[in-house]
Nanobody
């Protein structure tokens, strides 16, 4: 069975930092594109950051320079280091996976991914 389990969420004040983790099992992790998404009630899910290799990653404009996505293929784990957090970053953050034989054409588009975790809540107060 495939499992994606997120952790590391919490409540922080604006300007603070959090590091999210996504532990993956049941797939050959290194052969999957991995992406972090976030969603708030009443809004569409938004792709935040995506990674294939250390030199192949993508971010939405609103987090560039503040968030860093990384992966450790030896630990089957995806990370999202978030700094200078803002209240508008408040959301449920989920990780998602897409296999390399079905590489996403649009890396931050949720319909490109078919394996999802349950999510971890991030709340940023002003």
């Amino acid at each position: 069975q495939v499992h994606l389990v997120e952790s590391g969420g919490g409540s922080v004040q604006a300007g603070g930092s959090l590091r999210l983790s996504c532990s993956v099992s049941g797939i050959i992790f290194s052969k999957y594109y991995m992406t972090w998404f976030r969603q708030t009630p009443g809004k569409e899910r938004e792709g935040v950051a995506s990674i294939w290799t250390d030199v192949d990653s993508a971010y939405i404009d609103s987090v560039k320079g503040r968030f860093t996505i990384s992966r450790d293929n030896t630990k089957n784990t995806l990370y999202l280091q978030m700094t200078d957090l803002k209240p508008e970053d408040t959301a449920m953050y989920s990780c998602a996976a897409a296999p390399d034989w079905k590489a996403p054409r649009q890396r931050l588009r949720d319909l490109e991914y078919n394996i999802w975790g349950q999510g971890t809540q991030v709340t940023v107060s002003s």
